[in-house]
């Protein structure tokens, strides 16, 4: 298969988002953090008179752009040097998702589940509309996500991030184990 | 447009999201299934490449672009980063995605991301709403 359309091994992905981090620094001072333009978004669109968002927004307009270039990454990535294969994940995940009748595993996100047409389903509406509210309302609480916290948090060895990296995995493991499995099969 | 090198290293950003299958649901169920090393080798290499390039910085004493020291991140302990974390983990675990993938799902093709964005968006709103009476 062509290189261009070949997903990254994880020792090419890893390596390239961690460079990032010192990137970002060297050629602005700027913290790698992508939850903060969901606040962004609150400051410049419906700021209110609520605190957390009655700040000069256009100061921190830097990562508005760097959010536009991860949707442009997605569409090199995931549109014009689409893998056309599945992606590759184990046999005992494919099983798992084949026993809730997920079978149309192309793509990088199942179609079945995530539609417009799904959004309307107690199914859908529970695994877009409030899991997409339990990201934004969480990573706010925590002042960071898998970027901030994660990966810049972690590299720059700060404890509250190691706390906080802990807690959104256990997060997701308990919720996948115990919850999942019963929104999947609605 | 001093903002247009942000925007070229958010595309590697997303590309590697991408690429990397970071921003694919089914990845990110494996990962919690702890059904394949993939998503565990991408920390596992991206937090020390981070660490690394930041001891480098702050031992060579790098300057930004401008000339400017460069400021070592600092996050501060609040209970929230317990309490906010597990509750994002739910969500993780539901939409396959943390807030970068939402951007890389959308530019990917997944166009309905966009709705989960804009719930992601009502959800911080919701939190900045209600700060002053959540345990902080």
């Known amino acids: ?186 | 447009m001093k903002n247009i090198k942000y925007l070229i290293v958010g595309v590697v950003f997303g590309l590697a999201l991408t690429k990397g299958e970071a921003m694919s649901w089914y990845r990110i169920q494996e990962m919690f299934r702890f059904e394949s090393f993939h998503m565990f080798g991408i920390f596992m290499t991206a937090i020390p490449t981070g660490a690394l390039s930041l001891s480098l910085i702050r031992k060579w004493k790098f300057k930004t672009a401008e000339g400017k020291l460069i400021v070592m991140p600092e996050k501060q302990y609040h209970h929230g980063v317990i309490i906010g974390s597990l509750i994002f983990g739910f969500g993780w675990a539901l939409t396959g995605a943390c807030p970068g993938p939402f951007y890389t799902q959308i530019g990917s093709g997944s166009i309905v991301t966009i709705a989960t964005l804009t719930s992601a968006v009502i959800g911080t709103w919701t939190y900045g709403k209600f700060q002053k009476h959540l345990p902080d």
Do not use: E
């Open chain 1, 1 to 186: 298969m062509n290189i261009l359309f070949a997903p990254w091994p994880w020792y090419i992905a890893g390596p390239v988002i961690g460079l990032t981090v010192p990137l970002l620094l060297l050629i602005g001072n700027k913290n790698l953090g992508i939850s903060s333009t969901l606040r962004q978004i609150c400051a410049a669109v419906v700021p209110g008179n609520i605190s957390l968002f009655n700040y000069d927004w256009k100061k921190d307009s830097w990562n508005l752009f760097f959010a536009a270039g991860l949707v442009m990454g997605g569409f090199i990535g995931g549109v014009v040097f689409a893998n056309p294969k599945n992606v590759d994940i184990s046999s005992s995940t494919i099983n798992y998702f084949k026993s809730f009748g997920i079978t149309d595993l192309s793509g990088l996100m199942p179609t079945q589940l995530f539609s417009w047409s799904a959004v309307i389903t107690l199914k859908g509406f529970l695994m877009m509309i409030v899991g997409g509210f339990l990201v934004g309302f969480g990573t706010r609480y925590a002042r960071g996500c898998t970027s901030g916290h994660g990966i810049l948090g972690l590299s720059a060895l700060q404890w509250p991030s190691l706390v906080a990296t802990a807690s959104f995995f256990a997060g997701g493991i308990i919720f996948s184990h115990f919850v999942l499995p019963y929104i999947l099969s609605l």
